[in-house]
């Protein structure tokens, strides 16, 4: 009797003192950082109508309130450069979102809901979204693209201005000569080729001996354009550059159970979300890739961040606060999921994309790059690290998307129903 009595209190002593053990080891349970960073839409454009969150259904124009009107699944690819994003900005009226004189219908002034975006909804409703994130940058993706990987950037528009390149042939980094970038110097506009010496988080983690990976489209590829480390020299001409590998690579990492300690994913171009392309072919890719990573034998001590690069011309009514002259940038929706992630919560902390580089440098012990990530929040208030990530009994979430609405951009690529079937996922869950 008196052996079953002890080995009963070993049990409760066993269950009682592991939320306590879970919270003295807190961040440090993460051993896999994933982040991955998607294109062009703003908070209220995906989760203006997300309950609970600051959203809006309306908006203001030259000081008139307008509805935001269904947007398409495939939609026109609006003006979102430096100077498109410092006319929407107003300064800080949030009004003039007619964006390269796109007046007449106001196509900036849209947005998707639950039935367009029922994956991303889900994952927002089981998992973390935050409201109050901010893109890096007032600008477009290249100077954006940078800060995922450095904490500051002296650039402020695309090279040569453009919103694209012409074609696959053309790149936005250090091997692509000829090719000129808006940089902010001493408080003046210079034009310098892109390709940058700055120290990065890569170079950090290659310091601290940990281990990571830029899972992205590669040279030919339209989406290389973000591939941020090539505009990096000693990283595009150096050793590291054999760390950049297709996208592709990443799924297959995580069924080996070979993640790297920290990981950017970058989609392809036809999946990036960057209008014309669609929506729920976006959508799709990333649960696809999401999927190989809670089939992984690493999710049970992984984190997720996803997130979109910039505002792509959409109408946002939270004015950015303005930090160092560059920043921020206008709302763009962040999802964090996580075995560590609390559940069905809205995250109401301020951040932008160095608040990720926070997050890692906290969790790996590494020193700040600079002033942009030494202040920045680290989005911890986001998890519960007493929670057991290793729990068989995790519910599941299945996630389907709905059917694409009709494209109103005339693009001839893909957006066929082949790239928008429905698809499943069963996400694993922390438990209570």
């Not at 998307?401 to 005339?410: C, D, I, L, V």
Request: a negative charge; one cysteine or more; glycine letters at 8%.
């Amino acid at each position: 009797m008196r052996v079953r009595t002890l080995t009963l209190m070993a049990m409760v002593l066993q269950f009682a003192w592991w939320p306590l053990l879970a919270m003295a080891q807190g961040i440090q349970q993460v051993q896999h950082i994933v982040f991955i960073i998607k294109e062009n839409h703003t908070y209220d454009n995906y989760f203006g109508q997300f309950p609970g969150g600051n959203g809006a259904t309306t908006g203001v124009f030259r000081g008139k309130q307008v509805p935001l009107r269904p947007a398409p699944d495939s939609a026109p690819d609006l003006c979102h450069l430096r100077k498109c994003a410092w006319e929407a900005y107003a300064f800080g009226a949030m009004d003039d979102f007619a964006l390269g004189g796109a007046v007449k219908g106001l196509p900036s002034y849209q947005q998707y809901d639950q039935t367009d975006l029922a994956g991303y909804w889900q994952l927002a409703s089981e998992y973390v979204l935050a409201d109050n994130f901010f893109s890096s940058v007032l600008g477009p993706s290249f100077p954006n693209h940078l800060m995922t990987v450095g904490a500051f950037t002296d650039a402020a528009d695309n090279p040569n201005g453009q919103p694209l390149p012409k074609s696959s042939d053309d790149g936005w980094g250090c091997d692509t000569p000829g090719e000129q970038v808006a940089v902010v110097q001493w408080g003046f506009l210079q034009f310098v080729p892109p390709c940058f010496n700055v120290q990065t988080l890569p170079d950090e983690l290659d310091a601290a001996g940990i281990s990571w990976k830029y899972y992205a489209p590669q040279d030919g590829d339209l989406g290389y354009i973000w591939s941020a480390l090539d505009a990096i020299s000693h990283i595009r001409f150096g050793p590291d550059w054999k760390k950049v590998v297709p996208y592709q690579q990443m799924a297959i990492d995580a069924a080996a159970g070979n993640l790297p300690a920290v990981s950017w994913l970058i989609a392809p171009y036809e999946y990036s979300e960057h209008p014309p392309e669609s929506v729920a072919a976006g959508m799709n890719w990333t649960l696809q890739e999401l999927q190989a990573l809670t089939s992984s034998p690493d999710w049970s001590s992984t984190v997720v961040f996803i997130t979109w690069d910039d505002f792509g011309g959409w109408y946002d009514h939270v004015p950015p606060p303005e930090i160092d002259g560059r920043g921020f940038g206008f709302r763009v929706p962040l999802l964090i999921v996580s075995p560590f992630a609390k559940q069905g919560y809205i995250l109401h902390d301020q951040g932008d994309f160095v608040s990720v580089i926070k997050f890692i440098e906290e969790r790996f012990g590494l020193p700040a790059l600079g002033n942009r990530d030494a202040t920045a929040s680290d989005l911890t208030d986001a998890f519960n690290f007493a929670t057991d990530a290793g729990s068989t009994a995790a519910p599941s979430l299945a996630v389907h998307r709905s059917a694409p609405k009709e494209s109103q951009s005339g693009s001839s690529r893909a957006r066929g129903a082949e790239k928008t079937t429905t698809i499943a996922a069963s996400i694993p869950l922390a438990a209570d």
